[in-house]
């Protein structure tokens, strides 16, 4: 763990989890609070890498196993599980933290968990989705939507062309009944990893250097809570 880097254990109900706080280095930056995706945790690499590129445009992270992956578990926890997970987080950021601008989110599985409580009216400055997983692979029939909507905060929606969690065209379809604060962008050719094929005539690095890229502009854009 590098100097910049704080670990952390955190309450969730009578469970704890553990969590790491990766400092930007401007004082007083943005704080993103990231959900590791379902076969995910807090020190996969798609989870470091997005820390990396996010604190290269000034945003801190605090990335967190969920409980079932603390307790070494591959069946990921029920969603009210893990929307109280995410809070109990963010409750040990505001106190540790106290940030101007926080953002809660995270990839695939930790996105979609962290959109629930944002659509609830979960209080937060933006949500940023990573490969949000609109359906299961091969089932678009089955797409987890339906509270996109109710969701009021600025919103950075970032997914591959090629991913089969997310149909480019069922998503464009749901963007008509998201609310205007809400924001997509397509990486050209990337799977639900955000891995490109070398046909492609770019790296997976370009791919993350172009997500923090966005990520960071969007984070920019917001207005800090009074």
């Not at 605090?62 to 963010?90: G, H, W």
């Not at 905060?153 to 065209?169: A, E, H, W, Y």
Request: net charge neutral; aromatic share 6%; glycine share 8%.
């Amino acid at each position: 763990m590098s100097a910049t880097s704080v670990a952390w254990r955190i309450g969730v109900g009578p469970d704890e989890v553990s969590a790491v706080f990766d400092a930007s280095p401007v004082p007083d930056a943005p704080v993103f609070v990231c959900g590791h995706g379902a076969g995910g945790n807090l020190a996969d690499r798609g989870v470091v890498r997005t820390t990396e590129v996010l604190r290269e445009h000034s945003i801190g992270t605090v990335r967190f196993n969920f409980v079932y992956r603390e307790k070494k578990s591959s069946r990921p926890d029920q969603m009210p599980k893990l929307t109280a997970c995410i809070s109990a987080v963010v409750e040990r950021v505001r106190a540790e933290l106290n940030p101007k601008k926080l953002i809660i989110g995270g990839r695939s599985m930790g996105g979609r968990a962290a959109s629930m409580l944002a659509s609830e009216g979960f209080a937060c400055d933006g949500l940023l989705l990573l490969a949000y997983p609109l359906h299961p692979p091969g089932r678009p029939q089955q797409l987890r939507s339906a509270h996109l909507p109710a969701i009021r905060v600025p919103t950075l929606c970032i997914n591959g062309t090629r991913d089969d969690f997310c149909t480019p065209s069922l998503m464009e379809e749901v963007l008509t009944t998201v609310q205007p604060s809400f924001r997509m962008h397509w990486i050209e050719g990337a799977d639900h990893s955000f891995h490109v094929l070398k046909s492609s005539g770019r790296t997976d690095a370009e791919v993350m250097q172009e997500i923090g890229a966005v990520a960071g502009d969007w984070v920019a854009s917001l207005r800090a809570t009074p």
